[in-house]
């Protein structure tokens, strides 16, 4: 059972507009989240986190944002570059654990 | 720094062989993991290990044996190859389980396809 999802396979923007991806997850004790990116041919690098007392993260010109009433992230991305197209994982663990549950991927495809 | 390394990059192996993933970190790190992807279902993770000498069973243990013999390395085996075992497997590493510093770093990945 998929305890993190990403729902949309695919994504494709206009360089310079905004890239929103989504996540949503089951398990209430999740309580830090991460997205990482993958170019093809590569291992998945690690992006932006953010931790369940925050509700928002930014790191240059992406941004985690965390909805956890909803069990949702979303990750923006502003402004989109032709080198953001990747796929993109988010993840996510509880405290303590080792594990880190991955959601199956978002492809972006900032067109220039 | 090569950061974590993987060898090979590719095999195709037929049923029932047998091979050994490796794979090496330089950064000191404490924690490996083997992780594979698969189409449509993200990364899971195979085993892990918490410091040298240690191992332990992730998600989808099953097929798989590890070894953690030196720190620096963490050797993923297939001792009787499978179809179902066709899939892009990576490893990772990381520093502590601190959350808030320490993501995991993987390699580049090993594309094994079982005939």
């Known amino acids: 059972d998929q305890q993190v999802k990403q729902n949309s396979p695919s994504l494709s923007v206009q360089e310079g507009r905004i890239s929103i991806l989504n996540c949503d997850y089951t398990?209430?004790?999740?309580?830090?989240f991460l997205w990482y990116k993958k170019y093809p041919a590569e291992g998945p690098t690690f992006l932006i986190s953010?931790?369940?007392?925050?509700d928002k993260n930014e790191d240059g010109r992406f941004t985690v944002f965390l909805n956890k009433s909803a069990k949702h992230l979303s990750l923006h991305i502003v402004p989109s570059q032709p080198g953001d197209s990747a796929v993109y994982f988010c993840a996510a663990k509880r405290a303590g654990a080792n594990n880190l549950f991955f959601g199956t991927g978002t492809r972006l495809t900032v067109i220039p | 720094n090569a950061g974590v390394t993987q060898t090979p990059k590719f095999r195709v192996l037929k049923t029932g062989q047998s091979m050994t993933l490796l794979c090496a970190q330089d950064m000191n790190h404490e924690y490996m993991y083997w992780y594979r992807q698969d189409p449509g279902m993200g990364l899971r993770l195979i085993h892990y290990?918490?410091?040298?000498?240690?191992?332990a069973k992730g998600e989808v243990p099953d097929g798989y044996n590890v070894s953690r013999l030196k720190k620096q390395n963490f050797l993923l085996g297939l001792e009787s190859a499978a179809p179902s075992q066709t899939s892009v497997y990576f490893c990772?590493?990381?520093?502590?389980?601190?959350?808030?510093?320490?993501?995991?770093?993987f390699g580049n990945g090993t594309r094994l396809t079982v005939t």
């Open positions: 290990s918490v410091g040298e000498g240690t191992t």
């Open positions: 953010i931790s369940s007392i925050k």
């Open positions: 398990n209430s004790m999740f309580d830090y």
């Open positions: 990772a590493s990381r520093r502590d389980s601190s959350s808030y510093n320490s993501p995991l770093h």
